[in-house]
């Protein structure tokens, strides 16, 4: 991620590393919350923690800007063709 925030600093193409960073983030997002979540048990799920509205925020993460299988396609065209 710090590569794709690099390029972008310099005015340098980071369209590969920018859709790498999207979906890494938003996937580890939902996967750090849903430990966090099972770790709390019906707990991590009620008004008393944030975890709820941050599973909701990762999912969002992985579909606002395209879904993961947008940005996955798009660097593999970048990369191999």
């Known amino acids: ?16 590393e920018t859709g790498l960073a999207k ?7 939902q996967q750090v919350t849903d430990a966090a979540i099972q770790v709390h048990g ?6 008393d923690t944030p975890l709820p509205a ?7 993460a992985r579909l606002l800007d395209g879904p993961d299988e ?3 396609t798009a660097v593999a065209r970048r990369v191999l063709g």
């Open 1 to 16: 991620m710090f590569e794709a925030v690099a390029l972008v600093e310099a005015g340098l193409d980071a369209r590969v």
């Open 23 to 29: 979906v890494a983030a938003a996937r580890m997002l």
């Open 42 to 47: 019906a707990a991590g799920l009620g008004p």
């Open 54 to 60: 941050l599973f909701r925020t990762g999912r969002m």
């Open 70 to 72: 947008l940005h996955i």
